[in-house]
């Protein structure tokens, strides 16, 4: 038994959100699909994102100043396939709409929410790096369902609000 793979086949279980991670490093702009990403701490404001060693994107969010992590909504799956490589296009900045704020960092348009982080430090975690960020601006923009990666597919979920709509109309 590879522990590796089963590790695989169990990550696979649990649903994640699907983020595109942005920043603006040495006068160009780069973003990659993200799933690990998670909050750290409210006091001080702290997110932390898992990048492959492996990825281009590696040494970029090693290095970089600071970065956005933009919360994809359902409708997004092309802004995620973009950013995971797996549409290619010549500029996954021409092909998206974008506008910036405080870090000067790319905020996609039509995201759930974004957060953009002052990158405090990046730590060695075997084949990955753990990279923390200190928040200094987040914002809710709208309230569309998620966007969530189950099973090596695309799915959503939809709000108490809206299911307590669909089990009325049901029963």
């Not at 290619?88 to 998206?96: G, L, N």
């Not at 996609?108 to 200190?134: M, N, P, Q, W």
């Amino acid at each position: 038994m590879d522990i590796r793979e089963e590790l695989r086949k169990v990550m696979r279980v649990y649903p994640q959100g699907v983020t595109v991670v942005t920043t603006k490093f040495e006068n160009s702009l780069y973003g990659l699909t993200v799933s690990a990403f998670t909050s750290i701490s409210l006091d001080p404001p702290l997110i932390m994102i898992s990048i492959s060693k492996l990825s281009s994107m590696h040494k970029i969010l090693s290095n970089c100043e600071s970065f956005t992590i933009n919360f994809l909504a359902e409708d997004q799956k092309i802004v995620s396939d973009i950013f995971a490589g797996r549409i290619k296009v010549k500029d996954r900045f021409e092909a998206v709409q974008y506008f910036t704020e405080r870090t000067g960092c790319p905020i996609i348009k039509g995201v759930r929410a974004f957060i953009e982080c002052k990158k405090t430090i990046a730590y060695d975690a075997g084949d990955h790096s753990i990279i923390l960020g200190e928040v200094i601006n987040a914002r809710k923009l709208n309230d569309k369902n998620p966007l969530v990666y189950y099973n090596q597919q695309y799915t959503t979920i939809v709000s108490p609000e809206k299911l307590e709509i669909i089990e009325d109309w049901w029963f």
